[in-house]
Structure formats: C-alpha cells, structure tokens
C-alpha cells in the first residue's frame, strides 16, 4: 500500500489517500487506486448501468464509479493515443452537450494510457475515460466523480496512469 497524500504535507489539504494495488481480472489489467473500492452492489448497477450488456467490472467508492470493460477491438499499445483520440471525437458526436478536454497519452508507467475528461455540468459530475492496451485488446476505464470533487480525483486518477500494468489475464471474449 502506497500514500499518494498524506494530511499535512504541504500543498496537501485533504486526509491519508491511501493506495492499493487493484486486480481487474478479465480485463488483464492491474492499477493502484485509493483504499476503499469495491464492487457496486446489484441494485445500483441494474440503476446505473440498465442494459444487459454492463461493463465487466462495476466498483465504487463512495460517490466515485470505476466502469472497466473490453471493447472487442483488437490493439496494441502503440495505437493508445489514437485509440483515446478516436474515443474523445466519437464522445463529441454522441454526447455535443458536454464539455471534453483534449486526448492525452501518459507513458510514466508500464503502460501507456490515453484519456480524456468529460464534463457533465448538468449532472454535476465529471468523466475521465481512459484506455490501454491488454493481451492484444482495447480496455476501456471509466471513472465518474462529482464536479465538487474534481480537483481531487483528477489528481489521483491521474496519478493512477502511471500505476497501470497488464497482467496478461485479458478474457479473449471480448
């Protein structure tokens, strides 16, 4: 377990934020996220998520939602920028409403992933979609947080790019 914040530090205004390795199996990823994170129970996720077809893994904490799934395409880690790109425009398209920061490609870890923020203004809530490359598939991760508390999850979400590895277990359904 790693800190990513410890209360007093300097520039630091919020309590321990205490990290954990995290294994989403089937999608043949591995990532750190704060200590707190567990599956949705059934009820929120048939709210949440009402179609049949809902993302592999559905975890939460608190007000925070992390949505992973494979995409059925086929990728290597050298198309991730053009992959979030892709995702970024396509978000554009189906959802014009909402406001989206460019795509952005963050190689510190083992990893490279691409992402891009969504802003939901109306919802009060805020999107930063990332994807990766695991056992030859295209993994998406969505995190969603409310707009109060952006500033902080955007920090350790971002963070957490730098967290991700594959674990070579990817369910080759997807």
Same mark, same amino acid.
């Given at each position: 377990?790693?800190?990513?914040?410890?209360?007093?530090?300097?520039?630091?205004?919020?309590?321990?934020?205490?990290?954990?390795?995290?294994? &989403? $199996?089937?999608?043949?990823?591995?990532?750190?996220?704060?200590?707190?994170?567990?599956? &949705?129970?059934?009820?929120?996720?048939? @709210?949440?998520?009402?179609?049949? %077809?809902? *993302?592999?893994?559905?975890?939460?904490?608190?007000?925070?939602?992390?949505? =992973?799934?494979?995409? =059925?395409?086929?990728?290597?880690?050298?198309?991730?920028?053009?992959?979030?790109?892709?995702?970024? $425009?396509?978000?554009? $398209?189906?959802?014009?409403?909402?406001e @989206?920061? *460019?795509?952005?490609?963050?190689?510190? =870890?083992?990893?490279?992933?691409?992402?891009? @923020?969504?802003? &939901?203004? %109306?919802? %009060? $809530? %805020?999107h930063?979609? !990332?994807?990766?490359? !695991?056992?030859?598939? &295209?993994?998406?991760?969505?995190?969603?947080?409310?707009a109060?508390? !952006?500033?902080?999850?955007?920090?350790?979400?971002?963070?957490?790019?730098?967290?991700?590895?594959?674990?070579?277990? !990817?369910?080759?359904?997807?």
């Amino acid at each position: 377990m790693d800190r990513f914040c410890m209360e007093g530090s300097e520039g630091c205004s919020q309590e321990d934020i205490l990290l954990e390795t995290r294994d &989403m $199996e089937g999608l043949g990823l591995q990532l750190e996220l704060p200590s707190g994170f567990g599956p &949705m129970g059934e009820e929120r996720q048939e @709210r949440l998520y009402p179609w049949e %077809e809902r *993302p592999a893994i559905l975890w939460e904490n608190g007000a925070v939602q992390l949505a =992973g799934q494979l995409t =059925g395409q086929e990728m290597d880690s050298g198309q991730t920028w053009q992959a979030a790109w892709a995702l970024q $425009e396509m978000a554009g $398209e189906l959802f014009p409403e909402y406001e @989206r920061s *460019p795509a952005y490609l963050d190689e510190r =870890g083992g990893l490279p992933v691409g992402w891009f @923020r969504m802003s &939901m203004a %109306e919802r %009060e $809530e %805020e999107h930063i979609k !990332a994807v990766c490359a !695991a056992g030859g598939k &295209m993994v998406l991760v969505t995190f969603t947080y409310p707009a109060g508390a !952006a500033l902080q999850w955007r920090s350790i979400i971002r963070h957490s790019f730098g967290t991700w590895r594959e674990t070579g277990g !990817a369910d080759q359904r997807g």
